[in-house]
């Protein structure tokens, strides 16, 4: 299997930490040219300097519409192209029972996680993919798939970007390509408060006896992003250890 992604541009949101940063890392050792996206430009300087090669950053807040378009016609404008666009970016501001949370953060959860998977998508569309085809990745998680306490509405907004993938790929069928990865818990910052306090229990209950790993995840972005999966759109690929099976979600 050819997994290489030479002469490919990719734009990943989210990417200075993390998931995206893995899967920056490895699309760059796979041979594409990567852009990486975050609200703060520091945490971007010091991620491309430590994946080198070839990688740059641009520093966009993904809720913004004006910001995440200014985003993608750089990208194009300076690499000649996008070809393959990641919506990793999200966010989580609450903890607790979806019926108590406050209508500001709830907002927030579906601006960042839920809106601009489409306002990504839309400018790429439009800038790019609509005229020169592409492949576009949603991150969504094993928890819009099923219900757990704490986050509730996070995975609200995920099970959303589940199916903003199927409706997007049936819109922008033959051209763009777009599917979904859904972790399980994977061994991020952003999910900290979820693992690191009981990790060798979790990773019990889990089939494959571990949490994930970020490489994990960007393993399977490679997967989407090369020709090898060239006949697939319109699926959320789950990498969660069997966690699904084993009756346990998580946090992706």
């Keep these: 299997m050819d997994l290489r992604l030479d002469g490919k541009v990719a734009l990943i949101t989210g990417g200075s930490r993390g998931i995206g940063k893995a899967i920056a890392k490895l699309f760059v050792e796979s041979g594409a040219k990567v852009v990486i996206s975050s609200r703060k430009k ?15 950053y641009y520093c966009a807040n993904a809720g913004e519409p004006d910001q995440v378009r200014a ?43 839920q809106r601009a998977v489409l306002v990504w998508a839309q400018s790429a569309w439009e800038l790019w993919m609509k005229e ?10 094993i928890g819009g798939i099923t219900v757990e306490p704490g986050i509730g509405y996070y995975n609200v907004t995920k099970a959303a970007v ?13 051209k763009v390509r777009v599917n979904a990865i859904a972790p399980g818990l994977v ?63 998580g946090l992706g």
Excluded at 133 to 141: D, E, F, K, V
Excluded at 162 to 174: N, R, V
Aim: proline share 5%.
């Design 71 to 113: 985003c993608v016609g750089d990208t194009i404008d300076r690499l000649g192209g996008l070809d393959i666009l990641v919506s990793n970016a999200a966010t989580n501001p609450y903890m607790g029972p979806m019926i108590e949370i406050d209508l500001p953060r709830a907002d927030k959860t579906v601006q960042v996680n």
């Design 162 to 174: 589940i199916h903003l993938t199927k409706q997007m790929a049936f819109e922008l069928q033959p």
């Design 132 to 141: 020169n085809g592409g492949n576009i990745i949603n991150m969504a998680s």
């Design 187 to 249: 061994k991020t910052d952003f999910a900290r408060s979820l693992w690191e306090p009981a990790e060798e229990f979790i990773a019990s209950r889990i089939p494959m006896r571990r949490l994930g790993e970020p490489q994990d995840i960007a393993s399977a972005a490679l997967y989407l992003a090369s020709e090898v999966s060239s006949w697939m759109t319109g699926h959320t690929l789950v990498i969660d250890g069997g966690a699904l099976i084993g009756g346990h979600g």
């Design 42 to 56: 520091d945490s971007l300087e010091e991620a491309a300097n430590e994946i080198g090669g070839e990688i740059s």
